[in-house]
């Protein structure tokens, strides 16, 4: 799996995007990049994936650079329940997914 | 939601006694993970299996152990629980579109004293 490197923590104004970036410098060209968020307690939450190509969802969006050596989760109106712990995860493994650290996104009322 | 519930939700145990965890699923996936998480280590993967009675190792395995006698069920055991194994236990189920695409379940707060 690649290494991944995304910044401790973010905030964020409500209603306002949120652009969570990630580094993956090491991804190789088969390794899809993948997002999750953890809120508090809960189990974490599938939001997107991406190879190649801009991909986009009723959750979020992911650009990948053309380089694929990083990557942006962006969270187009953000709102207080998206307060979580996000986590960019290379991979191109079938059956394992390492989670990182994360991010810590704390969106402000 | 995926249909994905785990038992018991909360469970405190004496160190040295057995414990037994249960994943069960209603979306019949072939894919299904144990996870541990722990402050400061994040999730790591402890087994998971790709079919019934067809189980692997993960990143952590090392006092635990698997079963899977039918799709819908996963069962991870602490054959003899101890202190170190205290933590919160998040099984998974593998998506449709790409193995990865995982749905988790609730978890289940284990506390070994």
């Known amino acids: 799996d690649a290494k991944t490197t995304q910044p401790t923590s973010m905030d964020c104004a409500e209603g306002r995007a949120a652009n969570l970036p990630c580094n993956h410098s090491t991804i190789s060209g088969n390794e899809y990049v993948y997002w999750y968020r953890q809120i508090h307690s809960q189990g974490p939450q599938y939001i997107i994936h991406?190879?190649?190509n801009n991909e986009t969802n009723e959750m979020a969006s992911l650009i990948i650079t053309e380089d694929r050596k990083s990557s942006t989760l962006i969270l187009p109106h953000a709102t207080l329940r998206d307060t979580a712990v996000y986590y960019c995860i290379g991979t191109g493994s079938a059956r394992q997914l390492t989670f990182g650290s994360g991010t810590q996104l704390t969106v402000l009322p | 939601d995926a249909g994905i519930t785990q038992s018991p939700r909360h469970k405190v145990t004496e160190t040295g006694t057995p414990v037994t965890l249960r994943c069960h699923q209603t979306e019949n996936h072939r894919y299904m993970y144990w996870y541990r998480q722990d402050p400061g280590h994040g999730l790591r993967l402890i087994h998971y299996s790709y079919g019934v009675k067809d189980t692997d190792k993960g990143e952590v395995s090392d006092g635990y152990s698997v079963s899977r006698s039918k799709t819908e069920d996963f069962l991870l055991t602490l054959e003899s629980a101890t202190s170190s194994q205290t933590s919160v236990y998040f099984c998974a189920i593998g998506g449709t579109v790409t193995y990865n695409e995982q749905f988790f379940g609730p978890g289940t707060r284990l506390t070994v004293l």
């Open positions: 991406g190879l190649k």
